[in-house]
């Protein structure tokens, strides 16, 4: 079991940056992928992006590449998303997910999720 809870979230200006935190319960957290999703009104839950257990391998959605950057610190248990040049569009509650083995980028892929961060960008 894995329990996640995701802070960092909060209104910024287009162009501003906020850093995501999500830490993690347990003594396995290094051997799970993790993952950051975004859920926006009327819109169903995405990718933006993941990261393999050892930190080695990253994948992030079109939309943020650039911009968004994902690391982790296992001896914290800790995963991270660093999140520049906000544009409106990016406004979404985000959503912190584990997965135990290899890193995927589909939502349904993931069982342990958090409660989630409102990120609010303005025009």
């Known amino acids: 079991q894995v329990q996640l809870v995701e802070s960092g979230g909060g209104l910024v200006q287009a162009g501003g940056s906020l850093r995501l935190s999500c830490a993690a319960s347990?003594?396995?957290?290094?051997?799970?992928?993790m993952g950051w999703f975004r859920q926006a009104p009327g819109k169903e839950r995405e990718f933006v992006a993941v990261i393999s257990w050892s930190g080695g391998n990253t994948y992030y959605a079109d939309s943020v590449k650039g911009r968004f950057t994902i690391s982790r610190d296992n001896a914290k248990n800790t995963v991270y998303l660093q999140m520049n040049s906000l544009k409106p569009e990016d406004t979404a509650v985000y959503y912190c997910?584990?997965?135990?083995?290899?890193?995927?980028?589909?939502?349904?892929?993931?069982?342990?999720w958090g409660q989630g961060t409102q990120v609010t960008v303005s025009s």
């Open positions: 997910a584990a997965r135990r083995g290899v890193v995927r980028r589909t939502v349904n892929e993931y069982e342990y």
């Open positions: 347990g003594r396995t957290f290094s051997t799970y992928a």
